[in-house]
């Protein structure tokens, strides 16, 4: 890509998202070749979301806009939205920061994460040694988590290898969590079989929740970055999302369920009390908080639609029906 380009693609992703602002391009694998008619989306022009509270996300609406990233106005979610150059498997966005897992699939497949700090104009390239799956930054768009299949494709698989990793941005040190001390009822353990996946980052930048899974079962578990150490919480419990107050942890669960058969719920962190979620489909997803009483989180569409995903909302206490917020989108992220 010539200077040129590349500064043009930052200039124009930074007046799309403003305060949290994108500037990488890499095109996903699932970025058509053949050119296809324009979708049907209403669109907005980018300098008019700037400095709106707004969802930042994948567009998955058909046409030549596909996995772009995209971004809608959090008071109208089904308006209008801005697009920009920039395509992404995986996008989350906080503070002045976006993270953007990608994949090519030239000759050999290869993948990518990028953060680009639109303050500074910086683009970071951070460790993802596999195909994207998870994408978190601190609310401070300070750590930068990934999670990536190094073996296997899926969670529902029988045997499959992640690898998560969280970036201190501000330093470049890389903390990969194969590393942390793992306890599990009171004693540290180091089962061979372990692996992490969907990191939930606190506003102190020192703790997140995280699923570690060994010896069959899955586990919500409490880090710490400063003692690099991961503490098992409950079982049965996978992608957690902490809430804007940090009083709750969403998650999905399988309960009695076949694998890869998936329900959402809620933790009260205080008092450990677990509400499951109105949503009865199977959510395979990390899911995002859109204020403190609703999460937001991805579904296929239906018949001819199933690749248009779009994003849902749902109450966090389990009462009311979800309903589509986001339109044909996936991998949302609020800015507030």
């Known amino acids: 890509m010539s200077q040129r380009t590349r500064v043009a693609l930052v200039v124009a992703l930074a ?22 008619s324009p979708s049907a989306v209403a669109t907005e022009r980018m300098s008019e979301l700037a400095e709106e509270p707004r969802i930042v996300f994948r567009n998955t609406a058909i046409g ?17 939205r801005a697009f920009t150059e920039l395509s992404c498997d995986r996008v989350f966005a906080a503070a002045s920061r976006v993270l953007c897992l990608a994949s090519d699939p030239g000759l050999v497949t290869t993948y990518s994460a990028v953060v680009h700090d639109e303050a500074s104009g910086e683009q970071t390239v ?33 045997s499959f290898s992640t690898r998560t990793v969280v970036t201190d941005l501000s330093t470049g040190r890389n903390a990969d ?36 899974a060994f010896g069959g079962e899955t586990h919500l578990a409490e880090g710490h970055l400063s003692t690099r150490t991961v503490r098992t919480l409950r079982t049965d419990a ?43 489909r199977s959510v395979d997803d990390q899911v995002e908080w859109l204020d403190d009483e609703h999460i937001v989180y991805g579904l296929p569409g239906e018949g001819a639609d199933a ?25 949302p992220a609020v800015i507030r």
């Open 238 to 280: 996978e992608c957690p999302s902490l809430s804007p107050d940090e009083k709750r942890v969403a998650y999905k669960k399988r309960g009695g369920r076949p694998r890869g058969d998936w329900r959402l719920a809620v933790l009260d962190l205080a008092t450990g009390t677990e509400t499951e979620l109105a949503e009865t």
């Open 15 to 36: 007046v799309l998202l403003g305060g949290a602002a994108v500037g990488y391009v890499v095109r996903a694998g699932s970025t058509p070749t053949v050119q296809v």
């Open 177 to 212: 969590l194969e590393d942390f001390t793992v306890i599990d009822r009171g004693r540290s353990v180091t089962p061979v079989d372990r692996n992490f996946w969907g990191v939930t980052f606190a506003a102190d930048d020192d703790l997140f929740y995280v699923t570690v």
């Open 126 to 158: 951070i460790p993802l040694t596999g195909s994207p799956s998870r994408a978190r930054l601190s609310r401070d768009g300070r750590l930068a988590a990934t999670t990536s299949f190094v073996a296997g494709d899926s969670y529902a698989a029988t």
């Open 64 to 80: 030549n806009e596909l996995g772009r990233v995209a971004a809608v106005s959090l008071e109208h979610p089904n308006g209008a």
């Open 307 to 331: 690749a248009q995903t779009n994003v849902w909302v749902a109450s966090a206490d389990g009462s009311g029906q979800p309903r589509i917020l986001v339109p044909h989108a996936w991998s």
